[in-house]
C-alpha cells in the first residue's frame, strides 16, 4: 500500500503484545486492513495519530522486547 487514510489505533503506549495482535487498522480504497504484531513485547511509542494519512515505508510504532 502507498497511501492510506485514518489509520485507527487498536494499541497504544505500553500495552502488552503478542505475535498476531491487531495494532491499527487502515484503509485504502474503501478496504480496511489491520496491521498485526510480528513480535512479542510492549509498544514503546506509537508514532502515528488516528486519522492522519500514512505511506507503506512510515514507522508506525515500536516495541520493548
Same mark, same amino acid.
Given at each position: 500500500?502507498?497511501? $492510506?487514510?485514518?489509520?485507527?489505533?487498536?494499541?497504544?503506549?505500553?500495552?502488552?503484545?503478542?505475535?498476531?495482535?491487531?495494532?491499527?487498522? $487502515?484503509?485504502?480504497?474503501?478496504?480496511?486492513?489491520?496491521? $498485526?504484531?510480528?513480535?512479542?513485547?510492549?509498544?514503546?511509542?506509537?508514532?502515528?495519530?488516528?486519522?492522519?494519512?500514512?505511506?507503506?515505508?512510515?514507522?508506525? $510504532?515500536?516495541?520493548?522486547?
Amino acid at each position: 500500500w502507498e497511501r $492510506v487514510n485514518r489509520p485507527e489505533m487498536v494499541v497504544k503506549e505500553g500495552d502488552k503484545v503478542d505475535v498476531n495482535t491487531p495494532l491499527l487498522v $487502515v484503509e485504502a480504497m474503501k478496504i480496511e486492513t489491520t496491521i $498485526v504484531s510480528k513480535t512479542a513485547g510492549v509498544v514503546e511509542k506509537v508514532y502515528v495519530s488516528e486519522g492522519e494519512k500514512v505511506n507503506s515505508e512510515d514507522l508506525l $510504532v515500536t516495541f520493548k522486547l
